[in-house]
């Protein structure tokens, strides 16, 4: 069947019958030179390289030849304002001399440096898309994440109990620092409390909840700065003494207790690793007949859980490796060892790691490291 072709009637009856639709319009032509942009993960960062990859694809069966004149408008369009940027793509970048010739449905790419034009808006707008513009041209947009420069940027929170330091790593968690700097910046941490503190493991806070005083709901708030889900950046970075993480909705592959998962959720998940158990007690063998269920979907997969991060966060008080691997790890304490020390020792000691006296962020606020 071709696109066009003309419908036939269908008719039931002498007295009924169902109307002729209207033959669908020809599918346009696909253009006869398009233009792709590879911007890897779609991250940009300021302060480090940004070069993409531009790709010009000859959809004909003749050679075609791309004029000099043409080989530019890499456009960076920022949404929602509608304002886009040029940037001319070098032409040495192809390494061959204009005009640049494209074999029948062949392509040429150069390499682009995009670091000026990301220089120049992260941090004033967040998401926007990298497309080539040309009048001969057919260019798709690639989506693109801008973060400002933070590889000097200290996050400082004055707490009940002193002043402790951390630096933000940009570099490994991108995503992950700007929605903690943006959360600082919007007071969002300011007034809030550390509501669960494990001796030998680590110190949570960030939940807006504990500004209020049901202490029922601690644990239980929190979102992205962007309330968009916050890809989790999973990295080399060890957890270790003083390593700032985001917590997150615990997952059956770690079967960690979190107030954010459904009671019958935990509870099944709890079920099916006594079972696992109580029929084989090598631990390794019951986790992975738990990740195979993950696999074949009778529990939830796992990614929904790693990218459920939103404002709340840890801080470890010594290595943690089983949360390695699994944990958005975006910064590292650079002063206040001694806080920490002393907010370790105010762990409660129940199950819920409730603090046994009031620990409270008095203030968040950024400082540029010398």
């Given at each position: 069947?071709?696109f066009?072709?003309?419908a036939?009637?269908?008719?039931?009856?002498?007295?009924?019958a169902?109307p002729?639709?209207?033959a669908p319009?020809?599918?346009?032509?696909?253009?006869?030179?398009?233009?792709?942009?590879?911007?890897?993960?779609?991250?940009l960062?300021?302060?480090?390289?940004?070069?993409?990859?531009?790709?010009?694809?000859?959809?004909?069966?003749?050679?075609?030849?791309?004029?000099?004149?043409?080989?530019?408008?890499?456009?960076?369009?920022?949404?929602?304002?509608?304002?886009?940027?040029?940037?001319?793509?070098?032409?040495?970048?192809?390494?061959?001399?204009?005009?640049?010739?494209?074999?029948?449905?062949?392509?040429i790419?150069?390499?682009?440096?995009?670091?000026?034009?990301?220089?120049?808006?992260?941090?004033?707008?967040?998401?926007?898309?990298?497309?080539?513009?040309?009048?001969?041209?057919?260019?798709?947009?690639?989506?693109?994440?801008?973060?400002?420069?933070?590889?000097?940027?200290?996050?400082?929170?004055?707490?009940?109990?002193?002043?402790?330091?951390?630096?933000?790593?940009?570099?490994?968690?991108?995503?992950?620092?700007?929605?903690?700097?943006?959360?600082?910046?919007?007071?969002y941490?300011?007034?809030?409390?550390?509501?669960?503190i494990?001796?030998?493991?680590?110190?949570?806070?960030?939940?807006?909840?504990?500004k209020?005083?049901?202490?029922?709901?601690?644990?239980?708030?929190?979102?992205?700065?962007?309330?968009?889900?916050l890809?989790?950046?999973?990295?080399?970075?060890?957890?270790?003494?003083?390593?700032?993480?985001?917590?997150?909705?615990?997952?059956?592959?770690?079967?960690?207790?979190?107030?954010?998962?459904?009671?019958?959720?935990?509870?099944?998940?709890?079920?099916?690793?006594?079972?696992?158990?109580?029929?084989?007690?090598?631990?390794?063998?019951?986790?992975?007949?738990?990740?195979?269920?993950?696999?074949?979907?009778?529990?939830?997969?796992?990614?929904?859980?790693?990218?459920?991060?939103?404002?709340?966060f840890?801080?470890?008080?010594?290595?943690?490796?089983?949360?390695?691997?699994?944990?958005?790890?975006?910064?590292?304490?650079?002063?206040?060892?001694?806080?920490?020390?002393?907010?370790?020792?105010?762990?409660?000691?129940?199950?819920?790691?409730?603090?046994?006296?009031?620990?409270?962020?008095?203030?968040?606020?950024?400082?540029?490291?010398?």
């Amino acid at each position: 069947m071709t696109f066009g072709a003309v419908a036939t009637a269908l008719t039931a009856t002498a007295w009924f019958a169902i109307p002729q639709n209207p033959a669908p319009a020809a599918a346009a032509p696909p253009a006869a030179v398009t233009a792709t942009v590879d911007a890897g993960k779609g991250i940009l960062v300021a302060g480090q390289p940004n070069i993409v990859k531009l790709t010009f694809t000859n959809n004909t069966q003749t050679r075609r030849g791309l004029d000099p004149a043409c080989v530019s408008g890499l456009g960076l369009f920022i949404t929602p304002a509608g304002e886009s940027a040029k940037q001319v793509v070098d032409e040495s970048a192809f390494g061959k001399e204009p005009p640049y010739q494209i074999p029948p449905g062949g392509s040429i790419t150069a390499s682009v440096d995009v670091s000026s034009q990301v220089a120049m808006y992260a941090g004033k707008i967040d998401s926007a898309s990298l497309v080539y513009t040309s009048k001969d041209i057919a260019g798709t947009p690639t989506p693109v994440e801008l973060v400002e420069d933070l590889t000097k940027t200290i996050i400082v929170f004055k707490t009940s109990l002193g002043v402790m330091k951390f630096k933000v790593d940009p570099v490994n968690a991108p995503l992950g620092s700007r929605n903690f700097v943006r959360h600082v910046k919007n007071g969002y941490y300011t007034g809030t409390k550390f509501h669960r503190i494990i001796t030998g493991f680590m110190a949570q806070g960030g939940d807006p909840y504990t500004k209020e005083a049901d202490a029922t709901k601690y644990g239980q708030g929190g979102a992205p700065f962007n309330n968009k889900p916050l890809p989790a950046e999973i990295t080399e970075v060890k957890h270790v003494r003083g390593t700032l993480s985001y917590a997150r909705n615990g997952d059956p592959l770690f079967n960690q207790q979190n107030p954010q998962i459904g009671q019958m959720q935990q509870g099944a998940i709890q079920l099916l690793g006594m079972l696992f158990m109580k029929m084989n007690p090598d631990q390794k063998v019951a986790q992975a007949r738990i990740e195979q269920l993950v696999k074949d979907g009778f529990l939830k997969d796992r990614k929904p859980f790693l990218d459920s991060a939103g404002s709340q966060f840890f801080i470890c008080f010594k290595e943690v490796p089983n949360l390695d691997g699994g944990y958005t790890a975006f910064g590292k304490m650079v002063e206040g060892d001694d806080v920490l020390k002393t907010i370790e020792g105010t762990a409660g000691g129940d199950a819920a790691g409730t603090p046994s006296k009031e620990i409270r962020i008095e203030a968040a606020t950024l400082e540029v490291a010398k």
